[in-house]
């Protein structure tokens, strides 16, 4: 699994995040009254990613990997059909 920035992505977004609980997500994170904090969203693939090969798919929803303090957005690979292949 791959634990940066997809091509893609046109900046970092970040995701509120208030006694572990994922709030809001945004690319200009602002104070939060309330204490929380923003963290950055790093995407990963679920398997590594060969575009010859797999497709992306929808992303699971977001989860929290406080060990590493950011937010983590999953993208599930699928085989692509022979025909795309």
Known sequence: M???PLPDAPETQFCL???GELI???YKP???PDGGAWLPIENEDSAPFD???HLRMKPLPL???AERGVVVR???LLQKPW???
Do not use: I
């Open 74 to 76: 999953t993208y599930p």
């Open 17 to 19: 995040v208030r006694d």
């Open 51 to 53: 575009p010859t090969q």
């Open 63 to 65: 989860r929290l990997d």
């Open 2 to 4: 791959c634990h940066r």
């Open 24 to 26: 809001s997500t945004s």
């Open 30 to 32: 602002s104070p939060d």
């Open 83 to 85: 025909e795309l292949a």
